[in-house]
T-cell receptor, first 116, second 111 residues
Framework: GAVVSQHPSWVICKSGTSVKIECRSL??????MFWYRQFPKQSLMLMAT?????????EQGVEKDKFLINHASLTLSTLTVTSAHPEDSSFYIC????????????FGPGTRLTVL | GDSVTQMEGPVTLSEEAFLTINCTYT??????LFWYVQYPGEGLQLLLK???ADDKGSNKGFEATYRKETTSFHLEKGSVQVSDSAVYFC??????????WGLGTSLAVNP
């Protein structure tokens, strides 16, 4: 149980286009979902926290107009990278949490975004 | 601010070798400490945790002890298997707030 999927697993796009990444909790309802970004040889960086039906809370330094997060249901959150540029190329990971304790987070396998 | 430092990899071992992956932390209070593992092609999953000083977390033959005096939470396993090949992340959380992550250590176990 407690499986989180992400789609797509990898995507290549042209500079200036927008890309949407989906995160789904397959067998449970998640009160909170998180979006992380990971650069090569660096630790996971939390981008934003979203609760179903409310606006996402972005971490300092993360552009909310650049990285649009929608959490329309208890099983789906989406991250849209708008007007993507090569510096947005990265590994994006989502997680879903039941309750408030950090170790109840379940992680998706990640999405590799490459912007040409 | 809070931070986590773990040893750089990659670590390459032969099957049945002893494993240690070092992790130290800085925190203003008394954090909970975690080890997460990411197997190839899969999402991160919690391996073990400890919530207070001197606690020992254990799972799948792995152990880590919360050492407040040395601010450490080193991961150990007495005899690794090929199936343990993965990336291991040390992390902390204070007051159930967001997780602070280490860089991750890649482990490759050869038969």
């Amino acid at each position: 149980g407690a499986v989180v999927s992400q789609h797509p697993s990898w995507v290549i796009c042209k500079s200036g286009t927008s890309v949407k990444i989906e995160c789904r909790s397959l067998d449970f309802q998640a009160t909170t979902m998180f979006w992380y970004r990971q650069f090569p040889k660096q630790s996971l960086m939390l981008m934003a926290t979203s609760n179903e039906g409310s606006k996402a809370t972005y971490e300092q330094g993360v552009e909310k107009d650049k990285f649009l997060i929608n959490h329309a249901s208890l099983t789906l959150s989406t991250l849209t990278v708008t007007s993507a540029h090569p510096e947005d190329s990265s590994f994006y990971i989502c997680s879903a949490r039941v309750g408030v304790i950090p170790d109840t987070q379940y992680f998706g396998p990640g999405t590799r975004l490459t912007v040409l | 601010g809070d931070s986590v430092t773990q040893m750089e990899g990659p670590v390459t071992l032969s099957e049945e070798a002893f494993l240690t992956i070092n992790c130290t932390y800085t925190a203003t209070g008394y954090p909970s400490l975690f080890w997460y593992v990411q197997y190839p092609g899969e999402g991160l999953q919690l391996l073990l945790k400890a919530t207070k000083a001197d606690d020992k977390g254990s799972n799948k033959g792995f152990e880590a002890t919360y050492r407040k005096e040395t601010t450490s939470f080193h991961l150990e396993k007495g005899s690794v298997q090929v199936s343990d090949s993965a990336v291991y992340f040390c992390a902390l959380s204070e007051d159930n707030r967001k997780l602070i992550w280490g860089l991750g250590t890649s482990l490759a176990v050869n038969p």
